[in-house]
């Protein structure tokens, strides 16, 4: 009876032992798979709602009516300025869609590329926003000049301007079209504008587009200079949807830390998600 006991013991124990060995293996590859997870898996939903959602092409129409209505606005009160009207506007996401860009990323598992960015760059696929074309062709046709101010490298001016006039952008051109050089703040290009002529609105889907309080800051910092300023959007400053990247998540989201692992990068965007 006692070596049956004792032999019973041993059996318990061994059975035991081999499941808690299969617990940690599964454990394990559990964890494996969790952080192997593509780099870029995060990204398919805003990218697929951005080429397919009917409801992104209407908040981008919406965009661009209400640029309309409050450019006829200012055009109504006949502005007292001895400089030329102007508008500013970006051009990534707010007047051309890279999201093609944006899904090479995805397809490929990488992250920002500068290689991989300057050759969609060079291709001068990038098709219109839409609404956009409508409006600043309108914007012309009212005397407004438009001056396109975006971070891409000075060096990909040609390509730019040229992608540009291929969709038929107004005011196409290296006198209109300002590229980022050294510096990424935008504020030293838009006081440019400002010596020749009067902005009375500006274009963008990142808020550093529309005024330096906005950049370099937390989340925060951005929403909080968001509220202080509320009464400006829709006015002055009209905003296009992009909900794929920017300083939101840069600087926001990633706390402007350049050097987080893509598993950490993971973990902060689960961290920050609010929930009950």
Known sequence: MKNNILITLL?????????????????????????NIPIREYAIQSVLWQQNAAEYRALAYQTFNLAQMQLDHIMANKIDS???????????????????????????????NSLRWTEWVKK?????????????KYAKSKGVEVFYISNRSVNQKKETVQNLQIMGFPFADDAHVLLKDTINTKEPRRFQVKQTHQIVLLLGDNLSDFSE??????????????DSLKAVFGNKFIVL??????????????????????FQKDSIRHQKLKSY
């Open 241 to 262: 949807p992009n909900p794929t990247y920017g300083d939101w998540e840069t600087n926001g989201i990633l706390e402007g830390k350049q050097d987080w692992t893509n």
């Open 11 to 35: 059996i318990f124990t061994l059975l035991l032992g081999c499941k808690s060995q299969q617990i940690e293996n599964d454990y394990s590859a559990l964890s494996l798979k969790t952080t």
């Open 213 to 226: 309080v906005f950049d370099g800051h937390s989340t925060l910092e951005r929403n909080a200079s968001v």
């Open 82 to 112: 001895k400089k030329p009207l102007a508008i500013v506007t970006d051009i990534d996401e707010a007047i051309l869609d890279n999201s093609p860009y944006n899904g090479k990323q995805i397809e490929l598992d990488e992250n920002f």
């Open 124 to 136: 001068e696929q990038a098709k219109a926003i839409p609404g956009a074309l409508t409006f600043f």
